[in-house]
């Protein structure tokens, strides 16, 4: 079965730094885009990044662009997000997610999320 | 940007009672839409995709209906494990979700 962990959360000062990674398994990870969204405590959904399944297009909330990076490795079926200049906002439960298919935008799949607090 | 406006914001049913729930957007998604069921302290699990696709695995209970810009979700029957957080979400540019719709036990 589909299984997506998560991993990487934990708290940094405002201005730091923090890389959370995402192993999949139960499913041919090189084969589908991958996603992260994103929930502030006691708020909706947000996504933040969006990764295609050979890595080769990347693309990302205006709130996040140009601090974080979305990247995988196929050869290790992980995910990764590097997140720079953190702001109080970025507290959330990040979520990995899987794209439905073909790039459809639809997460059929989600990891159990970890949690980041940006706090001095 | 497009926006997704869920009504109504809680929604107090009773089991077996039958739950619709609306999500509005701002300008035409086309059957562009998805819905999600979220439980405390769990991550979403999609129900429907393109307005009216049922995921794999989610009860016949569940269904979506609309195109444009006015989409519902229909619960026939409720039973204990529904009531939850519901979020619509587009995806006819970057990915977007509603604000919710509490679904609670009356």
């Known amino acids: 079965q589909v299984q997506l962990v998560e991993s990487g959360g934990g708290v940094v000062q405002p201005g730091g730094s923090l890389r959370l990674s995402c192993a999949a398994s139960?499913?041919?990870?090189?084969?589908?885009?991958m996603h992260w969204v994103r929930q502030a405590p006691g708020k909706g959904l947000e996504w933040v990044a969006f990764?295609?399944?050979?890595?080769?297009?990347?693309y990302y909330a205006d709130s996040v662009k140009g601090r974080f990076t979305i990247s995988r490795d196929n050869s290790k079926n992980t995910l990764y997000l590097q997140m720079n200049s953190l702001r109080a906002e970025d507290t959330a439960v990040y979520y990995c997610?899987?794209?439905?298919?073909?790039?459809?935008?639809?997460?059929?799949?989600w990891g159990q999320g970890t949690l980041v607090t940006v706090s001095s | 940007e497009i926006v997704l406006t869920q009504s109504p914001a809680t929604l107090s049913l009773s089991p077996g009672e039958r739950a619709t729930l609306s999500c509005r957007a701002s300008?035409?998604?086309?059957?562009?839409l998805a819905w999600y069921q979220q439980k405390p302290g769990q991550a979403p699990r999609l129900l429907i995709y393109?307005?009216?696709n049922r995921a794999t695995g989610i009860p016949a209970r569940f269904s979506g209906s609309g195109s444009g810009t006015d989409f519902t979700l229909t619960i026939s029957s409720l039973e204990p494990e529904d009531f939850a957080v519901y979020y619509c979400q587009q995806r006819s540019n970057w990915p977007l979700f509603g604000q919710g719709t509490r679904l609670e036990i009356k």
């Open positions: 393109d307005a009216s």
């Open positions: 990764i295609r399944y050979d890595g080769s297009n990347k």
């Open positions: 997610a899987k794209d439905r298919a073909g790039g459809q935008y639809y997460f059929d799949y």
């Open positions: 139960g499913f041919t990870f090189s084969s589908y885009g």
């Open positions: 300008q035409s998604v086309s059957s562009y």
